[in-house]
Every structure is written in C-alpha cells, then in structure tokens.
C-alpha cells in the first residue's frame, strides 16, 4: 500500500456522498471530463447521489463522456441484464449525458478484435479515463480481469469464471443463463486512468480487500496492481475493512 489513501464508512449512503464528492470536483475541474463508470450493486447509491447532485444544480453531465468497463458476451444492448441497459436505468436515463458520450463495449460484436480496438481507441481519443470507478469480485477482479498468470494490457474478451458466473446468477433466471464470456476493459487500460476510485462494501469482500491492497501484488489477485497506480481512493465500509 503506497499511494492509496482509505476511507472507512458507516453504511452505503456515506460511501455514495464520498465517491460523489470525487465525481463532482472532476467534472467542476473539467467539464468534459472522461469518467469510467461500473456496474454492480455496490455503485447504486454513488448513481443515486449523482442523480440527485445533478437535479440539485450541482453536476452538469451534460458535457461529460464515459466509458464502462465491461459488458457480457452475447447480451443485445437492450437485454434486462445487460450492463448498457443498467447503466441506462441505474444512471443515464436520470442525467444530463448525451447518448453518444456513453460507451459500453459492444456485447452483439460480430469483429471481436475490432470491436475493442476501437474502443481503446475512442477513450484514447477522448484524452484518456480522468476518474475510473471500481468495484471488486471475491476472486479480486477488476472489470471482468479474472485471476490469471498475467496482466492482460487492453480490452478483450474474458472467460468468466464459475464463481463470478455464480456470483452473477442472482440478477438472471438461473445459472445456465448467465454468460460465460465477456468483454472487459483490460488492467492496462483501467491503469491508465488518472484517478482511481474503488468502492466495496460487506464482509464477504474483506478477504480480497486484504490480498488486494495489504497482499503482494500478483495476477492471481488483479486488483492487486492498483498498490502500483499513484492516484486511488479506496471506500469501503467497515465490515469490508480488514483492520
Ligand atoms: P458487486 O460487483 O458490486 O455487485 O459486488 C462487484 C464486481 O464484481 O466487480
């Protein structure tokens, strides 16, 4: 742990205010700043803070670009569990942002290569990630970067692994529902951000939380090469807190 700085919050109401408190000085810095953005449960009451400071006259999205991490192999844009249509119902429909300043990768992509060549190229055209949003999974993922024997640099297409897909299975009808690939943003990419914020809460993440930042830093643990990133701002909540 070099560089992250911690906060430790009650519950997901302050932890949502805290990560806001992040967005809303990047976007008044910059107004069209470029903001990656996360799904999960984890980020509902930051989206929900947002929504709110925006309709306060606080945040103006309204120039804002952003770029998710992630979107499931094979799901059309408009699937119930897609993460396009999450972040629609959870944050786009509810703000400012125009259509065409929010980018998802493309789970329907015929060109699988093209596809995240193109979109490392669009963020990169943008000026790069000014603030990326992280959760984290129980085996330490960060977007769908599973544990792997190396860090892989851009956006690609992952297998999922079964505790992901088992994690997952509680937004779909039944496991055998649940994709078993997806494309994600790679380490490379998400390391290339300028600010990093990640949010966890629960004790069912302490264990990874540990090995994450107070562990060595390994692919077996993606998210442990965040101790590398100069600039993180790490939220969680006490139960998630191994201390
Ligand atoms: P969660 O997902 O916020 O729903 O726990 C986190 C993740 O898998 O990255």
Same mark, same amino acid.
Request: charged share 25%.
């Given at each position: 742990? /070099?560089?992250?700085?911690?906060?430790?919050?009650?519950? +997901?109401?302050?932890?949502?205010?805290?990560?806001?408190? %992040?967005?809303?000085?990047?976007?008044? @810095?910059?107004?069209?700043?470029? /903001?990656?953005?996360? #799904?999960?449960?984890?980020?509902?009451?930051?989206?929900?803070? $947002?929504?709110?400071?925006?309709?306060?006259?606080?945040?103006?999205?309204?120039?804002?670009?952003?770029?998710?991490?992630?979107?499931?192999?094979?799901?059309? +844009?408009?699937?119930?569990?897609?993460?396009?249509?999450?972040?629609?119902?959870?944050?786009?429909?509810? /703000?400012?942002?125009? +259509?065409?300043?929010?980018?998802?990768?493309?789970?329907? @992509?015929?060109?699988?290569?093209?596809?995240?060549?193109?979109?490392?190229?669009?963020?990169?055209?943008?000026? =790069?990630?000014? %603030?990326?949003?992280? =959760?984290?999974?129980?085996?330490?993922?960060?977007?769908?970067?599973?544990?792997?024997?190396?860090?892989?640099?851009?956006?690609?297409?992952?297998?999922? #692994?079964?505790? #992901?897909?088992?994690?997952?299975?509680?937004?779909?009808?039944?496991?055998?529902?649940?994709?078993?690939?997806?494309?994600?943003?790679?380490? =490379?990419?998400?390391?290339?951000?300028?600010?990093?914020?990640?949010?966890?809460?629960?004790?069912?993440?302490?264990?990874?939380?540990?090995?994450?930042?107070?562990?060595?830093?390994?692919?077996?643990?993606?998210?442990?090469? $965040?101790?590398?990133? +100069?600039?993180?701002? $790490?939220?969680?909540?006490?139960?998630?807190?191994?201390?």
């Amino acid at each position: 742990m /070099i560089h992250t700085r911690v906060h430790v919050v009650n519950n +997901p109401e302050e932890m949502g205010r805290l990560a806001a408190d %992040l967005f809303e000085a990047a976007i008044q @810095a910059k107004p069209a700043c470029v /903001i990656g953005l996360a #799904t999960g449960s984890t980020p509902l009451p930051l989206y929900r803070e $947002l929504i709110a400071r925006e309709k306060a006259g606080r945040i103006d999205f309204s120039k804002v670009r952003s770029a998710n991490l992630d979107e499931y192999k094979g799901l059309a +844009p408009d699937h119930p569990q897609s993460y396009r249509r999450f972040m629609q119902e959870n944050l786009f429909d509810h /703000i400012s942002i125009r +259509p065409e300043n929010t980018i998802v990768p493309d789970g329907l @992509a015929a060109d699988i290569d093209a596809m995240c060549k193109a979109y490392e190229e669009k963020i990169e055209s943008w000026g =790069g990630v000014d %603030l990326q949003l992280l =959760g984290i999974g129980h085996d330490g993922h960060i977007g769908f970067n599973e544990p792997e024997d190396h860090f892989p640099g851009m956006t690609h297409e992952v297998q999922l #692994t079964e505790m #992901t897909r088992d994690a997952n299975k509680r937004f779909f009808a039944s496991i055998d529902e649940v994709p078993t690939a997806a494309f994600t943003m790679g380490i =490379g990419t998400v390391m290339a951000a300028r600010k990093i914020v990640m949010v966890v809460t629960g004790e069912d993440k302490r264990e990874i939380l540990r090995k994450t930042f107070w562990g060595p830093v390994t692919p077996q643990v993606p998210a442990s090469i $965040l101790q590398f990133h +100069p600039d993180v701002t $790490l939220i969680c909540d006490k139960a998630a807190y191994p201390f």
